[in-house]
């Protein structure tokens, strides 16, 4: 299997932004990867492209991989759309990964894009139920929130959590996010501000949620044998891993945990031939804060039922064992949706190569992301390894 | 690269199936596709799966990829779904090439469903506006067949063509339709009929016109490793190309040739090492009687602006030089958008396996399929290739 690596990677700020399109988004995001390799390139030596969008709000649903690709100057590869709700562009890297493993193409490009704020309050909680299951899930009345909502309440059944550990996540990826100039809500919150927010769906409020927000990302991914013309020092796609789980939450054996993610890190880790020991950083999925102590256990960061006691122990700020969420996550940094994935990686990319400013992981060599899909009907992990003098 | 060979492949009836869902028909689908491996093959031995559908009428839009596959019993596998409007379902299966070249996966499911006949006209109407562009051509108020009407239009205006020929592809593909049980619309036409029909978008009348269908098909692809487990007679996926061209008409250098078609081509024979002449059928890809023409056109059946001719001569019928849309094609077989490039393959694995009944091409060893999305913002170009005794 020929070895894939990230040569570059870049996105547009997270935030509201109603006045742009799906193509400016990505436009920019393409132009952030591209101006972010260490020898150059040119976009005409890009082979292929895999663009992850949502397609919230029913702009260019039909064929939006193509329409944002031409739109960026990539004219006449091939583009394909992928969607996995909110892992679209987690899948739409692994993708590119494919294709370039695969020997079809040198160069692939990943991204994603959304754009969220320029509807109506009924065509975003439409849009955003659709990643749950619908016939028994959006259309009985459960809103994602709610659906959260479930795995946050089972959880605090079953182990000994409160929702003082959910503002806990808020508030620490709010103080990362203020040092991040992308962020949506690049601000820091109190534990009271945390803790007394109006609820969104019980026991969730509004600092356990993540903002509906405008933006994209793109990753560039290259193959062993042509990552040389673009740097000496890229990242190495060391492991991916995913799995997909039945995607109504009813249907599964557990509410607290989320079977594809500890699948697609399991895969991950034996790919990469680490353990989560091994890791210097990791952005998880915390679309809503349960999400991020879910996502602690599921990727071994901690023991099951054990999350609430890690984020309380500070291991996961900056400065802490494992910072997680440096970037600010889904939380502060925003969550468009088809953006995310590549977001992520965009951060990871930042972080590995000593680029993330006042929100630098010190030593940064070995990296996770994890982003999900919905509820978890679909994960994907991605461990990349900063490779120096290669 | 290490080849990748198609072992098994299937679909459901394409037809008016309202009271059938996403879940149903995608189910019956990867059945007939497990069922035609020769040596058999259990669901657990599928490493992934990628799935094509456009998401018309607003079903399980998100996550819709792990919805159908889990229903259909790959649980736990990466699923995802692909979208590039009506070539969805072609570009899964290119996806899936990738996934077993990349040597991530020993066998991939690509597949893909549509339910169509369950909305109102004016939702049909929106969701086939959205393979089109949306901005300046669907919000405008172009409909689907207005802009496959233009492009016939200019045809008819640079060359000796009429809308006869239009009518002698539906009568042609229809006669072929009639022999086939799967066919929404199987049953023949005279050219009376085909020449007489109501106007939808003037020159464009019903017979130029494909049907809304509903339907899933699925196809089975398994690695040179892998391959002799299943069968000692494969199909080698000889060759793929796939381009992308600006989504909007309007945006284009002609309307008389679809580029993404001629460049997916140009790369498929390439790769397969052969040319036009070589292929011993075709299925491509006539949403529109008038696209079926270009595609001769574009891919290199004949000369640019000969192929009303083509058509006149019969070389394309069924016994003719190199038969075209032996299965009815999208015009009498029925066109469930995201089912339909998986469709064709699996029609022409019936034909390179001699098992296409009353429709049997003779001595059937090569074919092409070629799937466009929506005005050919996206086109696949898949070249297969009987093996014997391998």
């Known amino acids: 299997m020929r070895e894939a690596y990230i040569i570059g990677a870049g996105q547009t700020p997270f935030g509201a932004m109603p006045g742009e399109s799906y193509r400016s988004l990505f436009t920019d995001a393409v132009d952030a990867a591209l101006n972010s390799v260490p020898d150059g390139i040119d976009a005409g030596e890009i082979d292929e492209a895999v663009v992850g969008t949502l397609g ?21 590869i091939p583009s394909t759309r992928v969607e996995n709700a909110c892992a679209a562009s987690g899948y739409a890297v692994r993708q590119a990964v494919q294709a370039v493993r695969s020997g079809m193409a040198d160069v692939a490009l990943a991204g994603g894009v959304e754009v969220m704020t320029d509807m109506s309050g009924d065509a975003a909680k439409y849009w955003l139920g659709v990643s749950g299951e619908t016939e028994w899930e959006r259309l009985t009345g459960t809103t994602f929130a709610g659906v959260y909502a479930q795995m946050a309440s ?26 991040n100039d992308d962020a949506h809500l690049g601000f820091e919150c109190s534990i009271e501000d945390a803790r007394d927010a109006p609820v969104v769906a019980d026991p969730l409020n509004l600092y356990h949620c993540c903002p509906t927000s405008d933006g994209a990302a793109a990753v560039l ?11 000496d020092e890229p990242i190495r796609v060391a492991g991916v891993g995913a799995a997909s789980e039945r995607v109504g ?32 950083f990791a952005e998880v999925h915390d679309c ?6 879910l996502a602690y256990e599921d990727l071994g960061f901690c023991g099951r039922g ?66 999900v899909g919905g509820s978890g009907g679909a994960a994907v992990v991605h461990v990349l390894e900063r490779e120096v003098g290669r």
Do not use: W
Request: glycine letters at 14%; a negative charge.
């Open 249 to 280: 939450l009813f249907q599964r054996d557990t509410y607290t945990g989320i079977d594809a993610s500890m699948e697609a890190a399991a895969e991950a880790y034996d790919r990469a031939g680490i353990e989560p020991d091994d890791l210097d």
């Open 56 to 76: 919230v709000g029913g702009r260019q649903i039909g064929l939006s991989g193509p329409a944002v690709t031409e739109h960026a100057g990539l004219h006449g």
């Open 154 to 179: 089972a959880y605090f059944d079953r182990y000994d959590a409160t929702p003082e550990h959910l503002s806990q996540v808020a508030v620490k990826n709010h103080k990362n996010g203020a040092k």
């Open 221 to 231: 991914v290259a193959s062993e044998d042509a990552v040389g013309e673009y740097t």
């Open 306 to 371: 054990e999350a609430h006691e890690l984020v309380d122990s500070g291991a996961t700020e900056l400065g802490g064992e494992l910072p997680v969420n440096a970037s600010g996550g889904l939380k502060s940094k925003g969550h468009p949706l088809g953006a995310t994935g590549a977001g992520q990686i965009a951060e990871a990319v930042k972080q590995l190569r000593g680029e993330a400013g006042d929100r630098q992981v010190e030593d940064a060599e070995l990296g996770l992301t994890h982003n």
């Open 288 to 293: 809503f804060a349960i999400a991020e102590l």
